[in-house]
């Protein structure tokens, strides 16, 4: 039976995996690849040399050698002989041709039902979409070696009518990919991006569907190959297929499993080139499946933008790694002996290719009790990387170059030592999306009852009256109730309630909230944020706060830290930044959002967007937008510097243009 | 609650079944010869011919042929073999018991081991998850008859370890019938365990992306706890859904395997009522496959139900 690969979700490779700058195409990319030439070049090879059989092959495929029956290897017969003293390489290559054809043949029919079928599925949706799945399904659920035993019983001998009928039962597996394929592509996060990127045209919806498409399928049929070619000599060795001495594979496998007492050899060379064309077809399909993920990874606007900004890209390699900027924020620092959170110079960092390619770089800042301190920025500034990395818990393929925290009073290492991090005790987290932070397969009551015994050492009955008392905490009237539910009978609110009373469960000192409210209704949200702001004051818990939400900062922030592509350019209390601010950035947020905004207004109005980490350029990482722009600002990285105050900016000019401005 | 799934997977089963006679149904009809041509023998009169059709049924339409093994498949009554004229029905039962210890065991043990290490080599990854992988491949392109082959020739010609063909009844001795059935199962075992195990890995690994993972570990859950007892309990759907796949491939399996050990299962009888065109026998298999690949995903759904008790389950 076919297993059909998935293929995963675009959104959970995007992390790890970022434009690279060069993009050559899907031919090109295999071509690339040394198991797709040398298993492309093998199959071809094999494929030829059957069907040249006639002319390439030693002998004839029942042409008696009885000086030689069941030899060896040996040079006049590369692969021995069988008892019959025939020999076992041309035999192979002239059973090859039935082998290799009635497998081409369920694959032709497989695709010729399958492909029109999945489109039709995906394109319609609805009902032909369900009727699609429920025949799929059900015919995964079949042996289909019994229907192809029914379909000899009734033309025997004929496996050509068998594997036709083999490649109709495969045939909605097929759909079902290429329904996948079709609905992700409409579905799929890039294209909305290359419409807010202001070059989605219908083109590339096109361009998108044939070359994934294209590639999904053909994958889909190197497989589809592989299993009717081990089905098709299934079936020969049954003695099903044509009969002797007509030699095929599987026939062959059979002749020599009589043989195994006197000859064991022969099971080498018969079984061995089944496995290994098949293991071809495999690695090839693989190979392939890999390069078309590839170039899935590199939507077209990406290539343009990376031309427009064709500038070095600051990048460190993996065996000597540089520090970047050093001493740019050192000394700067606000160390403050007052902080209960106090993360110091983190850089995060992916490596590819041996190439270490920093997202995050250098962050520093302070969390005092009872104060929240906004981490604020666009989409793709690094602001959630960086609140990940101070709780010890990046995303596969991130990692930390080097960086310290200090909580209350002790020293981590955020690099190596994260392990040691008290989470849930002293530290905890509020995410975007709570209802998928809570484990659908656990009742609310589970996962507050483990986190306050796990937390207070409490037993069972006493951290339920607990968790009682922190839903009660956290505004849920019915704590009882919740207490028995799952996830998905929450709303996003409650949801949100239940993580907050989570993370309190603990007694933390310090609350890590990423996008807190982001995922929820507008009429929750401000709920929300109150909770947050009542919680604290009853507890003087320290709040870090992410968000690209200026309505949510003016709502509950203290303190603010502007980041902008991976670097802190600026911070400066609530008041300050409102009123005075420095960084031409911050302040093109403020007049694209003016100040006090509602909640829910997000900082997406500023004309062009943030550099992705391959695009930094060597200068001031906001010059491409910056109407203060000049050559200097592009001549070397810009130091973030601090005023006798504290506040910090990172802009050579900003006095100069705050003087414009006001 | 259990009632509703017995309920759902029947109304799911029932069409398929429905299903697997009906394209037998239709096979037979494009047969080009007839059961009745077979039976008579090469030396009939056409009148002999004529009556035997008749009382066969052959005269009638398809959709009444259909209705009539219908109603006797209903009542037990699976027709006669048109080679020995045996009862259908009687001779599958006496031959289920051997393919059922095939299967069973082999899915049993390929389940237990695929998701110990597949759930292993997702927390540790390293070299394990190599291997993972490697017999993944393996498991997939090597035909599973060859992998029979060798291992009767290194364990049964070579060593002696085990017999090389035949069967013995649980109840006549367990041990010999252990060490009979150990060659076929180990065979099945070794096609599809890594598929298993790379099934659950790659769940196990989308399970520890997810945000609820994140969450856990956030909270202070120990890594062990998180991987082996929540992201393991989310994988159970994806899991036991391999599960499930492998037993249908594991039942097809057992119509080659039977044959090269020489095991008189229904695999074994599929292939010899194929060579002799033996139609009722045939389909009596496929409806037999039928319905054990229904109840085993009905056992699966109530594991599934134990593991993950949600309200809905799509
Ligand atoms: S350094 Fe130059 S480009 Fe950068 S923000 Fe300041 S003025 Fe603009």
Redo the contacts between chains.
């Keep these: ?1 076919i ?1 059909t690969e ?1 293929v ?1 979700p675009l959104s ?1 490779r995007r992390a790890a995996a970022p434009p690279a700058l060069r993009r050559p195409g899907l031919l090109g990319r295999l071509l690339g690849k040394p198991t797709a030439l040398i298993s492309g070049i093998f199959l071809l090879a094999v494929a030829v040399a059957c069907v040249a059989a006639p002319w390439v092959a030693p002998y004839s495929s029942d042409a008696t050698d009885f000086s030689a029956t069941s030899a060896g290897p040996s040079a006049a017969h590369l692969l021995g002989t069988d008892n019959l003293g025939r020999d076992v390489l041309s035999r192979l290559l002239f059973g090859g041709v039935h082998t290799l054809s009635s497998s081409a043949l369920a694959v032709v029919v497989a695709l010729v039902l399958g492909l029109p079928v999945g489109m039709a599925a995906g394109y319609l949706g609805g009902a032909w979409d369900r009727v699609i799945g429920w025949i799929s399904d ?1 015919i ?8 192809l ?8 001998h004929n496996l050509y009518a068998a594997m036709l009928a083999f490649g109709i039962l495969v045939a909605p597996g097929l759909a079902k990919v290429v329904r996948s394929v079709v609905l992700g592509v409409r579905q799929e996060q890039y294209i909305d991006v290359a419409k807010v990127s202001g070059i989605g045209d219908l083109g590339i919806m096109r361009r998108h569907i044939v070359s994934k498409l294209g590639g999904a399928v053909v994958v889909q049929l190197t497989l589809v190959m ?1 299993v009717s070619i ?1 089905v098709e ?2 079936l020969d ?4 297929g044509p009969q002797p001495p007509t030699p095929t594979w599987g026939t062959m ?1 059979s002749d ?2 009589q043989a ?2 006197t000859q ?1 050899w022969l ?1 080498i060379p018969t ?1 061995g080139t ?2 290994v064309v ?2 071809a ?2 690695f090839f399909g693989d190979s392939l499946r890999d390069a078309v993920m590839e170039r899935w990874m590199a939507p077209t606007h990406r290539r343009r933008a990376t031309a427009r900004l064709s500038r070095t890209t600051p990048q460190l390699t993996a065996p000597g790694r540089r520090r970047l900027h050093a001493g740019d924020a050192r000394g700067t620092v606000r160390r403050d002996a007052e902080a209960v959170f106090d993360v110091q110079e983190v850089t995060v960092a992916f490596e590819r290719d041996g190439v270490i390619q920093p997202v995050v770089e250098e962050v520093s800042f302070s969390v005092r009790p009872g104060e929240t301190v906004a981490l604020l920025g666009e989409s793709g500034c690094g602001k959630s990387v960086t609140a990940r990395a101070a ?1 010890g ?1 990046l ?2 393929g991130l990692d930390v170059q080097h960086g310290r925290l200090r909580y209350d009073g002790t020293d981590y290492d955020l690099q190596s030592d994260t392990s040691r991090l ?4 002293g530290i ?2 509020i ?1 975007q ?1 709570p209802v ?7 009742t609310v009551g589970r996962i507050l009852v ?2 306050v015994r ?2 207070r050492g409490a037993g069972r009955a006493e951290a339920r009256e607990i968790a009682l008392g922190l839903l009660d905490d956290v505004g849920i009237h019915d704590p009882d109730q919740v207490l028995g539910r ?4 929450l709303s996003g609110g409650m949801a949100q309630r239940v ?1 907050i009373a ?2 309190l ?2 007694q933390p000192k310090v609350l890590i909230a990423d996008e807190p409210t982001t995922a929820l209704d507008v009429t929750v949200q401000a709920g929300v944020l109150e909770l947050i702001r009542e919680r604290q004051a009853e507890t003087g818990l320290a709040v870090m706060l992410v968000t690209h939400d200026w309505g949510v900062v003016a709502d509950i922030a203290t303190q603010c830290v502007v980041m902008y592509a991976g670097q802190v350019v600026e911070s400066a209390t609530v008041e300050e930044l409102f009123t005075s601010p420095r960084h031409p950035y911050t302040r093109g947020l403020l007049a694209a959002n003016p100040a006090g905004g509602h909640p829910g207004e997000r900082l997406t109005a500023l004309p062009g967007r943030v550099p992705a980490p391959s695009e930094w350029p060597p200068g001031c990482r906001f010059q491409a937008r910056c109407p203060f722009a000049t050559e200097e600002c592009a001549a070397a990285a810009i130091p973030l510097e601090a005023d006798n105050g504290g506040r910090r900016v990172r802009c050579i000019r900003w006095k100069e243009t705050v003087d414009v401005a006001s | 609650m259990t009632g509703k799934i017995i309920l759902k997977r029947v109304a799911f089963g029932i069409p398929l079944l429905f299903v697997v006679s009906i394209i037998t149904f239709v096979l037979v009809a494009l047969s080009p010869g007839d059961a009745a041509r077979v039976l008579a023998g090469p030396d009939a009169t056409q009148a002999d011919y004529e009556s035997l059709r008749q009382q066969l049924g052959l005269n009638d339409p398809l959709p009444v042929q259909y209705w009539h093994w219908l109603v006797g498949a209903m009542h037990g009554n699976l027709g006669h073999s048109i080679v020995n004229g045996s009862d259908v029905a009687q001779s599958l039962n006496e031959r289920l018991g051997v393919t059922l210890s095939l299967v069973i065991l082999a899915t049993i043990i390929s389940g237990v081991i695929g998701i110990l290490v597949g759930s292993v080599s997702a927390h540790r990854g390293g070299m394990l998850g190599k291997i993972v992988d490697v017999g993944a491949i393996a498991g997939f392109a090597l035909p599973h008859f060859w992998i029979g082959l060798i291992l009767v020739t290194l364990l049964a010609v070579q060593l002696r370890l085990f017999p090389a063909l035949g069967y013995v009844n649980l109840s006549s001795s367990p041990e010999l019938w252990l060490r009979s059935v150990s060659l076929p199962v180990l065979t099945l075992v070794i096609g599809g365990v890594a598929g298993i195990a790379k099934q659950t890995r790659d769940a196990m690994l989308n399970g520890l992306g997810a945000e609820y993972t994140v969450a856990h570990r956030a909270d202070g859950v120990p890594e062990r706890s998180v991987v082996y007892r929540h992201v393991l309990r989310n994988s159970a759907s994806p899991i036991l859904a391999v599960v499930g796949l492998h037993f249908v491939g594991t039942l097809s399996g057992t119509v080659l395997v039977e044959q090269i050990f020489g095991l008189p299962g229904l695999g074994s009888l599929a292939v010899s009522a194929t060579n002799q065109h033996d139609i009722p026998v045939i389909q009596g298999i496929a409806l037999y496959f039928g319905i054990l690949v229904v109840l085993v995903n009905l056992v699966l759904d109530l594991v599934y139900r134990r593991l993950n008790p949600k309200v809905d389950v799509s």
């Design positions: 039976m297993q998935t995963p959970a059900g995964m659920a079949l042996p289909a070696t019994i229907f035993l029914a379909v000899l019983a009734v033309f025997p592989g081990l000599s299934g060795f049954l003695g099903l496998v020599a499993s195994i007492h064991p099971l079984g089944i496995a098949v293991l077809l495999w709780f818990l995303p596969a008290p989470r849930g005790s905890s987290v995410f999306e998928a932070a809570l484990d659908p397969t656990l483990d986190s796990r937390h799952y996830a998905h009978e993580c989570r993370a469960a603990g």
